[in-house]
DNA sequence: TTATTCCATATGGCATGCAAAAACTTTATG
DNA sequence: CATAAAGTTTTTGCATGCCATATGGAATAA
């Protein structure tokens, strides 16, 4: 039936993309993945490095052709992305990309804030000293791209240090909850850091997470986490939503 | 594989399946849903109600006939189920209902915790003087269910409580996680309620919830519903796991 | 007896096709 | 010209069937 030769997987979306999310790391496995969970990788992956925009329709039909698969285990990769929120499926009316509204946007980061805030109370107790090292030297190299005003180092170096922080919580579904909601907020997330100069806010707080990390004081950690994600979200509403409507009901 | 006895664990006490999720408050959608979701929602009502026990094998051909309908859009809904981690899909060996470890558990707990504390200092900020008043009926009224002894009873009003509290913070995203993660403890707490006559603490930590929130002191209410859930964390541990082994596999 | 190989069967993974619903176009109508 | 109605195309929902892999047990060898 198919007389057609192998098209690379990957449609050919324009535009920039978003640099890849950092937990992806961990790629080289071997084993035969079924068709399902390759395509949600690959759709997870065009979503978060904005290579289908916010809001974009999905379709089944046309994906499933460019990614050489049928739309079974597309559907099904559709499925499992409705449930990580990365999309919205609607009944008899397909797929769009998630787009969260500002209020949205300041209620996931206010969970996310909770999130870390417990991450960092682990943390404290149970970090090994070469993680806390390490974190640390995650920091020294983000300053050194700061200086480099190398924008995407440094923005991958402060998630880097987030998640190396949970990381070290040692609780699996927190871990991969924050996965989760980071995900959702990967590009807000890196608007922010794009749109704001004022790094060194950003940097002071970082030095202030490692300082407790360092002291093991989890309760302070846990504070300054959960106030770095507030401040998140002023820098992203003063950049994206100079008006902030209220929602109405 | 591993020869596990299909023992029932709370056998002696009731055959009968744990009481329906209180959250099935769905407004009355007129909308016909998909059968995947229809499918999920029955798959996931079968195992919060314990139909399904923990470990036990969920055979596609099988479950599809019983349920009438092909095995793709079941498929479909097993994947929904796996996002919200009450089952887990291994890759060509089929679902399992999940079967969390104590340590899972407790893990699960504190993530728990920690949105529950987020849903306490949002919901002392937000919540209206009606839903605290409610939130004090719902209290008094889980006072009589103690006094008649009625387990049942009080269970469900325990938990509405939490979720009316949760539900006051007015962040969707958190109450939706919250309601996962709550299904996913269902079980575990519906246990530790059952086998656990000393419910005066748990009704004085819920009598102190409903205070902090009338005065709507936000830190100390999520203090206290953080408390609580590690209590329910110790009488877990010591009912069902007087000693903790690693989870066989 | 214990371990190993092999085969029959059962089960999950995926492609395809049809039907129903939605979206889009065209034509009719005030 | 705007609007409504009807028809056409597209898209999603679901069932079915084939294939590859896993499973369980018998036969075989150590």
Same mark, same amino acid.
């Given at each position: 039936m198919t007389g057609k030769e192998p098209e690379p997987? %990957?449609? /050919?979306?324009e535009a920039g993309p978003l640099p890849?999310?950092?937990? /992806? %790391? $961990?790629? $080289?496995?071997?084993t035969r993945l079924p068709l399902t969970s390759q395509v949600a990788t690959i759709i997870r992956d065009m979503i978060i490095q904005d290579?289908?925009?916010?809001g974009e329709r999905i379709r089944e039909r046309q994906l499933s052709e460019e990614l050489n698969v049928s739309r079974t285990p597309l559907r099904e990769a559709l499925k499992i992305l409705e449930g990580e929120k990365l999309i919205e499926l609607l009944p008899n009316r397909g797929a769009i990309v998630a787009d969260p509204a500002p209020r949205e946007v300041l209620e996931l980061l206010q969970v996310l804030g909770a999130l870390e805030a417990l991450g960092g109370r682990l943390a404290a107790e149970k970090a090994t000293d070469a993680e806390i090292s390490e974190i640390r030297a995650l920091h020294f190299e983000m300053l050194a791209a700061y200086s480099r005003k190398d924008q995407l180092t440094y923005f991958k170096l402060n998630q880097k240090i987030h998640t190396s922080i949970i990381a070290a919580s040692r609780n699996k579904s927190l871990i991969e909850t924050h996965r989760h909601f980071n995900a959702r907020l990967y590009r807000v997330r890196y608007r922010s850091n794009q749109r704001n100069a004022k790094w060194h806010e950003a940097i002071d707080q970082h030095e202030g997470f490692i300082t407790a990390l360092e002291a093991r004081d989890g309760e302070l950690l846990a504070r300054r986490m959960a106030d770095h994600l507030s401040d998140t979200w002023v820098k992203v509403s003063l950049d994206d939503y100079p008006v902030q409507p209220e929602k109405p009901r």
């Open positions: 997987m %990957v449609a /050919d979306h890849a999310s950092p937990d /992806d %790391v $961990g790629a $080289g496995n071997i290579i289908f925009k916010p």
